[in-house]
């Protein structure tokens, strides 16, 4: 008797071979799919086991707890707020003396001058700290009035007085104009003193030349520094002209044009009477009889006379 098995059955062993292997096909594909993937992510982001990852920081970013050099410091006379978190009984407003540090609770005198604000909290911080009277303080130093970084004002400006330092008023023309400009009466050369390493010096700066192009004379300022707008130099007219008066000498003004800056001639006057009182150097007074076209000095008196004809 033949016992054959039928022929689906005799070749279902060969047909699960082609399944076993087809499984086995796709199990490897994904794995290697996966460890592509995994390898791709460790090339991105390589981390060490047990090591944190690092932080890459800008080029233009100060690093953790570094201080912008150009930061504002504190000084005598200062307006301070020291705030310690979580300990508002320590909240203290005071004034940073003539020797440069404040009077704070628990820990006493603490030194700030020259320090930024930033540099100040670490400092009351770590008193604080040594002393075991907070736990990890947390200390913030706000400066509420800076009366220690500013620069005088003087003679004629609009608005003379004590003017703050910052980042955007720190030339000479910035300060100027705080002032409220130079008044009518003001010269075009101004005076600055300045105090650099303890010597004081003193430099004149012509603001034309600034207006001009010569960024170079306007020069950056320090605090206690001190800008002084003399007078302008003036000359008198009187006699046969129309306005007589005070008038404000210009660079290379003649005769002509101070006779035409106070009205011009009256119709009894004569250019021919044109005389100038003028002091000389020895504080001799001389009388002079100008040519139209010469140049007249500061504190000229030019008379016109009468014509006799």
């Not at 794995?31 to 993937?37: E, L």
């Not at 203290?92 to 001058?113: A, D, H, N, R, Y």
């Not at 955007?168 to 105090?195: E, F, H, Q, R």
Request: proline share 6%.
């Amino acid at each position: 008797m033949n016992l054959a098995m039928p022929f689906g059955f005799a070749h279902a062993p060969r047909a699960w071979h082609f399944v076993a292997a087809g499984a086995l096909f796709v199990i490897l594909c994904a794995h290697s799919g996966a460890t592509a993937a995994a390898e791709k992510v460790a090339k991105v982001t390589p981390v060490q086991r047990g090591a944190a990852p690092t932080q890459t920081v800008p080029g233009n970013a100060p690093a953790l707890g570094a201080v912008d050099s150009r930061a504002e410091t504190l000084g005598p006379g200062d307006q301070v707020k020291v705030t310690v978190f979580r300990n508002p009984d320590l909240t203290t407003e005071t004034k940073v003396s003539e020797k440069g540090s404040i009077m704070f609770p628990l820990v006493g005198e603490v030194q700030l001058s020259g320090l930024t604000p930033e540099q100040a909290g670490h400092r009351i911080a770590d008193a604080l700290k040594r002393g075991k009277f907070v736990v990890n303080p947390e200390v913030t130093v706000a400066a509420m009035q800076s009366n220690s970084r500013q620069v005088s004002v003087l003679g004629n400006v609009n608005k003379p007085g004590r003017y703050p330092l910052d980042a955007a008023t720190g030339k000479v023309t910035d300060l100027l104009a705080l002032a409220g400009g130079i008044s009518p009466t003001g010269s075009d050369t101004i005076t600055l003193v300045t105090t650099r390493d303890g010597q004081a010096t003193k430099q004149e700066i012509d603001l034309p030349a600034i207006v001009a192009g010569d960024l170079s004379r306007n020069v950056e300022l320090h605090p206690g520094d001190t800008i002084y707008v003399g007078r302008a130099p003036m000359f008198y007219i009187y006699g046969e002209v129309q306005k007589a008066g005070a008038y404000r000498v210009e660079k290379g003004m003649t005769v002509m044009q101070a006779i035409a800056l106070g009205g011009g001639l009256t119709p009894r006057g004569t250019e021919r009477g044109v005389r100038i009182v003028r002091k000389g150097p020895d504080g001799q007074v001389a009388r002079i009889e100008p040519r139209l076209t010469d140049t007249i000095r500061s504190d000229d008196a030019i008379y016109v006379r009468e014509s006799l004809f």
